[in-house]
T-cell receptor
Framework: RKEVEQDPGPFNVPEGATVAFNCTYSNSASQSFFWYRQDCRKEPKLLMS???SGNEDGRFTAQLNRASQYISLLIRDSKLSDSATYLC??????????FGKGTRLHILP | SAVISQKPSRDICQRGTSLTIQCQVDSQVTMMFWYRQQPGQSLTLIAT?????????ESGFVIDKFPISRPNLTFSTLTVSNMSPEDSSIYLC????????????FGPGTRLTVT
């Protein structure tokens, strides 16, 4: 099993819809989890950290399921500007983080 | 968060030559990282650059091929040596900028093409 796995997509979603994607991780001792967003030909940017109790930032909600070893990202009322690749990032061991390959999201007008 | 710049933003180089990429941060940071992102792939950590000590390289990356300097807390360089077309990639530096551990912020990247 890969350390971090994501569905590569693409997810083609109409504007205004809700979309969710998951990311699974293999190391049950992982402590820190993040979602990054990467626009085409740009650097990754931190979208949000994922806390054990789940957290929300505007239209974005991140959740952690330790029992099943996955994190999720929910985007409500999607905008055209949400089109990007979303990278799942996990800290499986000290001082290292592992990036998933990303899930491509296309918001359709 | 820290503002990070990289030079050059892109370059086209001949095989066998070397390129040095610079990473400048607008504040002092302890941890700086160098990543590679090959076309259609995610990010792979090359090494961690700490000021005052040698860089720590990940499996598959060696100092002779990717020498790194970290002369102070705001600057680092990565050299890609004796380049081959397989080195064509985007190279990114990143920093941990306080806040929550392992939260990293990235420079804009250097797009390298080796012919």
């Amino acid at each position: 099993r890969k350390e971090v796995e994501q569905d590569p997509g693409p997810f083609n979603v109409p504007e205004g819809a809700t979309v969710a994607f998951n990311c699974t991780y293999s190391n049950s001792a992982s402590q820190s989890f993040f979602w990054y967003r990467q626009d085409c030909r740009k650097e990754p940017k931190l979208l949000m950290s994922v806390y054990s109790s789940g957290n929300e930032d505007g239209r974005f909600t991140a959740q952690l399921n330790r029992a099943s070893q996955y994190i999720s990202l929910l985007i409500r009322d999607s905008k055209l500007s949400d089109s990007a690749t979303y990278l799942c990032v996990v800290n499986p061991r000290d001082d290292k983080i592992i990036f998933g390959k990303g899930t491509r999201l296309h918001i359709l007008p | 968060s820290a503002v990070i710049s990289q030079k050059p933003s892109r370059d086209i180089c001949q095989r066998g030559t070397s390129l040095t990429i610079q990473c400048q941060v607008d504040s002092q940071v302890t941890m700086m990282f160098w990543y590679r992102q090959q076309p259609g792939q995610s990010l792979t950590l090359i090494a961690t650059a700490n000021q005052g000590s040698e860089a720590t390289y990940e499996s598959g990356f060696v100092i002779d091929k990717f020498p790194i300097s970290r002369p102070n807390l705001t600057f680092s360089t990565l050299t890609v040596s004796n380049m081959s077309p397989e080195d064509s990639s985007i190279y990114l530096c990143s920093v941990e900028d306080g806040g929550r551990p392992y939260e990293q912020y990235f420079g804009p990247g250097t797009r390298l093409t080796v012919t």
